[in-house]
C-alpha cells in the first residue's frame, strides 16, 4: 500500500505548463519593460511581447493534455497543470481582450473630429522631428467611412469664449492629460486658426500617438477639432477615439469651471 501512490503514472505535460507559464510570465514582464521603455525600439520589444503570448498559449496546450490524462488514466500532476493555466491567463489577459475589442472595432489608425477637413499636422523640423522625422498619411476616404460607422460620437467642440480663451483651454487640457506638447501657435495673424501639436501614449505599452488640436475661431466662440494617430500596428484598438473623448471632455470641463 505505500508503493501504490509511486506506482500511479504521472503525467510530465503538467510541470511542462506550469514551466512554460513561468517562462512566458517572465519574458512578458521584460518585453512589457522593454516596451514602456522610450529607449528601446518599440517593433523588436512587441515581438518579444508576442513571444511570451505564444509561450502561454504553449503552456495551456500542455496543460490540455495533462488534463486529458489526468482524466483517462488519473495521472499525477493536474496541480502543476492548473498552476500553468491560471499563470497563462494571466499572461494572456490582457491581449485577449485587445483581440476582443479589436475585432468589434474598424482596423483604421487614425481619427479626427473632422473628416472632411481634418486639422493637418504641423511639417515645421521641431514637430517632424518629434514625430522621429515621420508625417502621418491621410488614412483616405474608405478608413473616414470606417470611423464614419463606428464612432458616430466623435465630434467637435465648440466653445462660446474668446479663441485666445479656448486655446488657453485646449493647451491646458493637453497637460492635464500629460501630453507632450511639440508646437504651440496661437489663433490669430496670418493662419487664423490656433494648433497644438502634441504626443501621448498609452496607458499599458506606452506607445506614441503623433496628436493635432485645431482651434478655429468662429463668430460666437471657437471651435476645437482634434486628430490622434497611432504609429505602430494596423489598428489602434480603439485608443484614438478614447483619447479624443477623454480630452474634449476636459477641455468642456475647465470651460464649465470658469463660469
Known amino acids: 500500500m505505500r508503493r501504490q501512490p509511486i506506482q500511479d503514472p504521472v503525467t510530465r505535460a503538467g510541470g511542462y505548463a506550469r514551466s512554460m ?14 516596451v ?4 528601446a525600439e518599440p517593433g523588436p520589444a512587441l515581438a518579444v511581447l508576442g513571444s511570451g503570448v505564444v509561450l502561454a498559449g504553449l503552456a495551456l496546450v ?7 490524462r489526468g482524466w483517462r488514466e488519473g495521472a499525477r500532476g493536474i496541480g502543476a497543470a492548473i498552476l500553468g493555466v491560471f499563470i497563462a491567463a494571466l499572461v494572456l489577459a490582457y491581449p485577449a481582450y485587445a483581440a476582443l475589442r479589436g475585432l468589434r472595432l474598424p482596423a483604421i489608425t487614425d481619427v479626427s473630429t473632422d ?6 499636422f504641423s511639417r515645421s523640423r521641431v514637430a517632424f522631428a518629434a514625430r522621429d522625422g515621420r508625417y502621418p498619411p491621410d488614412p483616405g476616404p474608405q478608413a473616414r467611412e470606417a470611423q464614419r460607422a ?7 467642440l465648440t466653445l462660446d469664449v474668446e479663441p485666445d480663451e479656448a486655446f488657453e483651454l485646449a493647451r491646458k487640457a493637453a497637460v492635464n492629460r ?9 489663433p490669430g495673424g496670418r493662419v487664423g486658426n490656433g494648433r497644438i501639436e502634441a504626443i501621448a501614449r498609452s496607458r499599458v505599452l506606452n506607445l506614441p ?9 468662429r463668430a460666437d466662440g471657437a471651435r476645437i477639432d482634434v486628430r490622434s494617430a497611432t ?15 477623454a480630452y474634449l471632455d476636459e477641455v468642456a470641463n475647465l470651460a464649465i469651471a470658469l463660469k
Not at 21 to 34: P, Q, W
Not at 36 to 39: A, E, K, L, M, V
Not at 179 to 186: F, G, L, M, S, T
Not at 232 to 245: E, F, K
Request: positive net charge; hydrophobic residues 55%.
Open 21 to 34: 507559464a513561468f517562462f512566458a510570465a517572465l519574458v512578458s514582464v521584460i518585453a512589457l519593460v522593454m
Open 36 to 39: 514602456r521603455s522610450q529607449r
Open 62 to 68: 500542455f496543460a490540455g493534455f495533462a488534463f486529458v
Open 115 to 120: 473628416l472632411d477637413q481634418p486639422p493637418a
Open 150 to 156: 463606428a464612432y458616430t460620437q466623435i465630434a467637435p
Open 178 to 186: 500629460k501630453w507632450q506638447i511639440v508646437e504651440a501657435i496661437r
Open 209 to 217: 500617438a503623433d496628436i493635432t488640436v485645431r482651434v478655429r475661431p
Open 231 to 245: 504609429r505602430l500596428g494596423a489598428r489602434d484598438l480603439g485608443d484614438n477615439a478614447d483619447r479624443i473623448r
